[in-house]
């Protein structure tokens, strides 16, 4: 089993940058991948980030590539998102999840939800 929290959203202006944190328990977390997904008002859950369990490999949405970074360190069982040059469009709440295997932009194969941070980004 394993439980995620995440932590760091906030209230920023546009152009600004946030790091938010997912924290997870269960002694198995460093062999799951890790993905972010965010949620705006009225709008379907879509994929943001997402990293191997190693944190060798990642992957982006198209609208964040460039700007944010996702990473891990295992140690702290712990998985950041780092954005950047934050905008308007950014405005949701922000969910981790974390599967052992399937699509990473899929959110139905992702096991284990976080209960998200909200973002904020005024112009």
């Known amino acids: 089993q394993v439980q995620l929290v995440e932590s760091g959203g906030g209230l920023v202006q546009a152009g600004d940058s946030l790091r938010l944190s997912c924290a997870a328990s269960g002694p198995t977390y460093s062999t799951y991948i890790t993905g972010w997904f965010r949620q705006a008002p009225g709008k379907e859950r879509e994929f943001v980030a997402a990293i191997s369990f190693s944190g060798a490999v990642t992957e982006y949405a198209d609208s964040v590539t460039g700007r944010f970074t996702v990473s891990r360190d295992n140690d702290k069982n712990t998985v950041y998102l780092l954005m950047n040059s934050l905008k308007r469009e950014d405005t949701a709440i922000y969910y981790c999840?974390?599967?052992?295997?399937?699509?990473?932009?899929?959110?139905?194969?992702?096991?284990?939800w976080g209960q998200g941070t909200q973002v904020t980004v005024s112009s």
């Open positions: 999840a974390a599967t052992y295997a399937g699509t990473w932009s899929r959110a139905l194969d992702y096991n284990y």
